[in-house]
């Protein structure tokens, strides 16, 4: 359970956002709270289409200093090295708690 006092921040993802594999889950944005980099684990290695959750909890880094976590854990497709859908959709909205934020 997390309180309610816990400070948010929205950032957007784009079809098309890069994934690369990597140790661990991880999203950057940019200054605008748009992301420019996801990575994760079981992310395809080579050309083809992957599904699968990012989890939840991820970190989020904004220009390259830890800003927050996702509160949800969206389910994506990917194709080819590159978001191809987040959720059905081609462009979402997604909640970071902010560092700070205690969770229960």
Do not use: C, W
Not at 40 to 56: L, V, W
């Amino acid at each position: 359970m997390r309180r309610r006092s816990t400070k948010v921040q929205t950032i957007t993802v784009f079809t098309g956002t890069e994934l690369r594999s990597g140790n661990k889950a991880e999203v950057q944005v940019d200054d605008t709270f748009k992301a420019t980099l996801m990575t994760h684990p079981n992310a395809p290695r080579n050309e083809g289409e992957a599904a699968f959750r990012i989890g939840d909890g991820v970190n989020v880094f904004r220009l390259g200093k830890l800003i927050g976590r996702f509160g949800l854990e969206p389910f994506m497709i990917v194709r080819n090295g590159a978001i191809g859908s987040l959720g059905g959709e081609s462009e979402v909205q997604l909640p970071v708690l902010l560092e700070g934020a205690q969770v229960y």
